[in-house]
RNA sequence: GGCCCAUUGGUCAAGCGGUCAAGACGCCGCCCUCUCAAGGCGGAAACAGGAGUUCGAUUCUCCUAUGGGUCACCA
């Protein structure tokens, strides 16, 4: 089976959330993939028996499936090169560790655990780092006596001890190191199972993967992967490593941070669609600067080329800005649909005019979380003190204030209907009686009736949310508090 | 500490020898406006430092500084 053509592979350790420095990988060989009419691959990387999370797997289909990025093969969907999971693929692993072995290109080492920590330790503070080799030219009987003794074993790639390793990356350019710098690395644990470098040259040579899409941190041992490839005498693929996600405090992005995996940032109330567009511009930009990206928009314009090299901080407010934009260009009962789960967290069981209040919020959050707070004062007027009556630019006082309200409770009682249209007419008339700005009538009204300085709409709107007996009692209520004086 | 990599406003970033050094977020101001948003207009804000190369460096080279990555039977 010959495998050609531009392939892509997004390769996750089922150890648990959904990073979005993942995420982003993903999405780039997803990109790379797509924009290139190559395929996408998904392979789960199980090797670590200790690192294994319940339902991790379940959570990478399911988040991929919710930002769109379908995969060509992979678990669930089968392809030419299965099983797409690396548990399943054991005794392969065995057979290719052991042609290593036998060409002498690697070989077993019977060193303890223990061993190998007093050794870590003695080098100490020095950290030249390590394992020693000390295996590395072990004659045939003794081998033969070890293995007969039944002890365990990891099979080591045997590293050229001179001269130096080259490549190109994509994004990075030629990187050199020398061979020296590089350890005997275990491909094959003891325990049978591969380590992730050698499963995944493995994989990728056998997936027939055209570009290695990885975070640079791998960048340094590249080298290390390089040589296997030679070993085998498989041809190296296009590395293409990305620049890091950090946190606001230039560390690398971790838990710490608050909310960095991809079901955190959803269930704080941003879309998957905003998320994906934010996270696209971490580490790339578009020839032409644009920002908002659909998912085939960004398959249309993404290239290799456009990828930074240095590490980009991740922007809790530009993701807001973006989620805020995206809250705003939906349908608006797309937007009810999305804010009621979180009216219901208010009010489970009591009924408000929905699409009144949808229709005034939608313009104005950026996170679905927000929607509890900005509802709260409907529940329960807030605490509020009386100078919130003051406000320059309306020209309102607690003086005016008392004018107004006294004057508009009888004329709402009176209402015969309480609607919008009626009770913005009547305000507008009852400004003009008093000869008064039409903020100056406002602004008491609205403060009376929520107890807020900013609203998620103006008094007549704030009225018809709260209806007719609410509103009245709290205009009532806030008018004997003016008189009050306190 | 060794090795590798990076360094343009607070953040994302354009730039790829000659620019008054884009744009976006955020911030500030003005307009619109029954508050706040949204929208419109405008503003403050950057080439880490030092040597070279060159007629000319943000762009190329070297050094320094700072930051990051990596040195596992983890990925």
């Keep these: 089976m010959t495998l050609s053509g531009i392939r892509t592979r997004f390769a996750p ?19 790379i993939a797509r924009s290139l009419g190559g395929r996408f691959i998904l392979r789960i990387e199980d090797t670590d028996q200790e690192r294994q999370v319940e339902g991790a797997v379940d959570l990478v289909f399911r988040t991929l499936e919710r930002v769109g990025l379908v995969h060509d093969e992979g678990p669930d969907v089968g392809g030419p090169c299965g099983p797409y999971v690396q548990s399943r693929r054991l005794p392969y692993y065995r057979e ?23 050794l870590r330790s003695a080098k100490g503070s020095e950290f030249s780092g390590g394992y020693d080799r000390h295996c590395r030219d ?17 099979i080591r790639q045997r590293m050229p001890l001179e001269g130096e390793t080259r490549f190109v990356d994509s994004v990075f350019g030629e990187i050199t190191v020398r061979n020296e710098e590089l350890e005997d690395q275990v491909l094959l644990k003891s325990d ?53 996600i950090n ?16 079901e955190d940032l959803a269930a704080e109330g941003f879309l998957p669609a905003a998320i994906l567009n934010y996270i696209a511009l971490l580490g790339w930009c578009p020839k032409d600067n644009r920002e908002r990206f659909t998912l085939p928009e960004l398959e249309a314009a993404f290239s290799i080329d456009g990828i930074s090299r240095s590490p980009a901080v991740f922007d809790l407010e530009k993701l807001r800005w973006f989620n805020g934009e995206y809250l705003r260009d939906l349908a608006p009962d797309a937007f009810l649909d999305l804010a009621m789960p979180w009216f219901r967290r208010v009010f489970p069981e009591r009924d408000l005019d929905w699409p009144l209040l949808s229709s005034l919020l939608q313009p104005r959050i950026r996170q679905l979380s927000e929607i509890p707070d900005r509802i709260e004062f409907v529940r329960e007027l807030p ?18 204030a008392v004018l107004v309200l006294g004057a508009c409770i009888p004329l709402f009682e009176s209402l015969p209907e309480w609607s919008q249209a009626l009770l913005h ?22 403060i009376a009736a929520t107890g807020l300085e900013a609203t998620p709409g103006g008094a007549i709107e704030m009225l018809a949310v709260l209806g007719r007996d609410v509103s009245l009692a709290r205009l009532r209520a806030g008018l004997a508090r003016l008189e009050r004086g306190e």
Aim: net charge positive.
């Design 138 to 154: 072990l004659p045939e009987e003794e081998i033969r006596q070890r293995l007969d003794a039944g002890m365990s074993f990891v």
């Design 383 to 400: 605490d509020h003190p009386l100078s919130l009556y003051e406000n320059r630019k309306s020209k309102a006082t607690p003086e005016t």
């Design 425 to 446: 007419d009547r305000l507008v008339l009852l400004a003009q009686q008093l000869s008064m700005k039409i903020g100056q009538v406002m602004w008491p009204v609205r």
């Design 96 to 118: 290719m560790a052991g042609r290593l072995v036998r060409e002498g290109r690697a070989y077993r080492c019977f060193c303890s655990r223990e061993r190998l920590e007093a």
């Design 247 to 262: 946190g606001p405090d230039g560390r690398k992005l971790s838990k710490r941070h608050g909310a960095v995996s991809f």
């Design 192 to 244: 049978g199972f591969p380590t992730y470098n050698f499963a995944n040259v493995v994989d990728d040579h056998a997936m027939g993967i055209s570009h290695v899409v990885r975070g640079s941190e791998y960048l340094s041992s590249t080298p290390k992967y390089n040589l296997l490839y030679e070993a085998f005498g498989w041809p190296i693929p296009i590395y293409v490593h990305l620049p890091l």
């Design 13 to 31: 350790s089922p150890t648990g959330s959904m990073h979005v420095g993942n995420l982003r990988t993903a999405l780039y060989e997803y990109l």
